[in-house]
Structures are given as C-alpha cells and as structure tokens.
C-alpha cells in the first residue's frame, strides 16, 4: 500500500517510516499542505496518516468528497472522546493516540486494507446498490448515487431530479459544497475508479472503460491520459513496479 505520513513528531514519523516499511509499503513523508494537495490529487497515496495538528477534521471532510477512495487515519498527542468522536464525523477509518504500539498502527492498516478489498470487489462486480436520498442532505445523497452508479451515463439534470432541485440550484448549491462543477467531479470519481482498477485488478482495458462509465476505450485512454498524464497501460505498469 502506498501511505503518506502527515506528521509534525519526527521521532514518531521516523518509527512510523520503519515500521511501514518493514511490512513493504510505500511510504510519502509530506512535508507541507500544498505537498499533501499533490499527493492526493495526483493520486500517489492510497492512505494518509495524518496529525490533528497538520490537516483539521473539517480538511479531511473536504478531502473524503473530492477523492473518497483515498483512507484517512488521524492521530493526536492529546486524545479525548470529543476528539475520537469528532475523527469518526469526519470520515477517518481508524484514529489512534501517540506515541502507538506497532501492534495497534499493524491492525488499523490491517483495517485500510479490509476497507479498499471491498471497495475493489464493489467496483469489479459492478454492484450498483441503490443509494438512499436523505432530502434534508442533497448534496451528499448526490456523492453517494454518483458513487452507487458510475458505469452508468449521469447528467446533471438526473442527479438533481433524484434529490428533487432544480438543475440550476443543484448546479450552484453542488459547486458551493464539493468544491469543484458536476461534471468535473463525476469524471474525477470515473477515473479514480479507473486507477483502482487498474493497479489492483487485470482486467482489460476496455472493461474497465465500460466499468467507470466511460462510452469507448479511445475515448477512455485520451482522458485517462488529460487527466494524470499517462495512457491506462503505462499507469498500471507503472504502478504494478512500484507495489
């Protein structure tokens, strides 16, 4: 797995890196916020350990939408169940205190891995389960059909019928709260998709194309490629060497 370490304790990061390492995987010390906006953007972590005093709850809720694929864990110096109460809000999948026992940072990885196995098989199987619409949370009831239903042709127009606004007030009221337009977003979450597949399965090409939603494998390659910089075979070679 490849992990990124959010830290401000060297010590705690160095034992971190030895321990990670030791069990075989990639780790990213991230040094500053603007490393941390690559690293997740461009994808090149799939779990990110990070200090409460680094990245706030309310910067990991943000992050849980843009790039869902992407775990979270959280640690902190001063644990409390405020604390621990207020990680699970914000989406993390395990949360521990420091200094960490390597038996506790072992299970919660443990945990990640469980966590992007069904994920994986979710996307393989293309299981399409239906997303329920909570009304009194549009947006977020949007993420989760947009997530449920990524093989399929999503509009704009469909999405917001589903949580009964209108196109423009959904349009401006999706921008307000993800952060970037719909159609960005829905093609961001295809070719993340995408790169899970990728790395994880061997599955063709065009299959997984038809698997994120998108209409040819030409078609597929030529955004695939806008959008990280390689074709679809060169990034699972790429990240096949390096897992």
Same mark, same amino acid.
């Given at each position: ?13 160095? @034992?971190?890196?030895?321990?990670? !390492? ?14 941390? !906006? ?17 990245? /706030? ?16 864990? &959280?640690? *902190? %110096? ?12 914000? +989406? ?14 072992? &299970? ?19 299981? *399409?389960?239906? &997303? +329920? ?13 947009? +997530? ?5 042709? @999503? ?40 790169? %899970?597949?990728? /790395?994880? %399965? ?20 030529? *955004?695939?490629?806008?959008? *990280? ?10 990240? %096949? &060497?390096?897992?």
């Amino acid at each position: 797995m490849e992990i990124g370490l959010c830290l401000t304790w060297k010590n705690e990061c160095r @034992l971190l890196e030895e321990w990670l !390492h030791s069990w075989q995987h990639c780790v990213t010390i991230i040094q500053d916020t603007t490393m941390l !906006h690559d690293c997740l953007w461009q994808h090149r972590v799939q779990l990110v350990i990070a200090s409460d005093l680094v990245v /706030t709850f309310d910067e990991i809720r943000s992050w849980r939408v843009r790039v869902p694929d992407i775990d979270w864990i &959280a640690v *902190t %110096t001063t644990p409390s169940y405020a604390w621990a109460e207020a990680a699970m809000l914000a +989406g993390v999948i395990g949360f521990c205190a420091l200094p960490a026992s390597r038996a506790r940072i072992e &299970a919660l990885l443990k945990h990640a891995r469980l966590q992007r196995s069904c994920r994986l098989q979710a996307l393989s199987g293309m299981q *399409t389960t239906e &997303a +329920g619409i909570d009304l009194s949370q549009p947006i977020e009831s949007a993420l989760a059909y947009i +997530g449920a239903h990524l093989a399929e042709h @999503l509009t704009l127009r469909e999405v917001s019928r589903i949580v009964y606004l209108s196109p423009s007030h959904f349009s401006r009221l999706f921008a307000q709260k993800v952060g970037i337009p719909f159609n960005e977003y829905v093609l961001s979450c295809r070719i993340n998709a995408a790169r %899970t597949l990728l /790395t994880e %399965t061997h599955l063709p090409i065009e299959l997984i194309a038809a698997k994120v939603g998108i209409a040819s494998a030409s078609q597929f390659s030529q *955004t695939f490629k806008r959008m *990280t910089g390689f074709t679809p075979r060169a990034y699972r070679t790429l990240r %096949t &060497a390096l897992l």
